[in-house]
C-alpha cells in the first residue's frame, strides 16, 4: 500500500530530528568568503569532492577573488589552477563565461535568484540551490547524489529525477528544514548510509527506514 502523504511528512519528522541530534555542527563543507566564491566552488564540485575543491580554491581565489577580476582571467590559466578537481578543461571554460556573464548582466554580482542563477553558464538547478540556500539564506532543497540515494532507501520518493525528488521532498518537508535537510543528509550519507556498504546496524535512523538491512545481511556484504 503507498503511504500518505501525511505519513511520510511525520515519519520525516523523526527522521529529521533523529539527524538534527546525531550531526549537530551540520553545514556546508565548501570553504568560501562570498556569495560568488561559494558559486564558483560548487560548480567545481561537480564529480569531484568538496575536500578536494576546498584544496584548490585558496590559490584560485587569491588570483581571482570576485566575478569582476575572473572576468579578465584566461581560461588556461583557470584550468591549471583547477586541474586536480577533474573536467578542468569545461569548468574552466563555464568559470570564465559565468564570471564575464555576472559582470555584463549582473554588475559583477551574483544573482539572489533561482531563474536568473540558472541561466549564467554551468550553473544547474542543484548549484543554484546550494548558492540561494547557503550565500542568501533563502530555502532551497538541495538534491545531490546523497540525497537522490537516501531519500529513495528511505521510500520517501521512487524518483530518480534531481528536480522530481526535490518538488516531492518539498511538498513532505517545512520549508524552515530544506536547508538542513540536505547538509543533514550528505553527513549521513558520508558517515553511515555510504552508497557501497550501508552501516544500517548503527544506523539512528533504522526504525524509521524501510530498507533497513538485517545484521546478518550486513555481514555478508
Ligand atoms: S537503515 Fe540502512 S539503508 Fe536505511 S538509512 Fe540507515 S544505513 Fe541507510
Redesign the pocket.
Known sequence: MRESLNNKRVRMQLILDRLYETYPNSHCSLEHRSPFQLLISTMLSAQCTDERVNKVTPELFKFYPTAAVMAGASVEHLAELVRSTGFFNSKSRNMSACAITLLEEHGGEVPADLDALVKLPGVGRKTANVVLSTAFQIPGLVVDTHVIR?SN??RMTDEKDAVKIELELQKIIDREHWVMFTHLIID?GRA??VARR???HE?V??EY?P???PEEAIKKK
Open positions: 537516501i532507501l528511505l549521513h553511515v548510509c550501508p552501516q544500517c544506523c535512523l533504522a527506514c530498507s533497513v538491512l
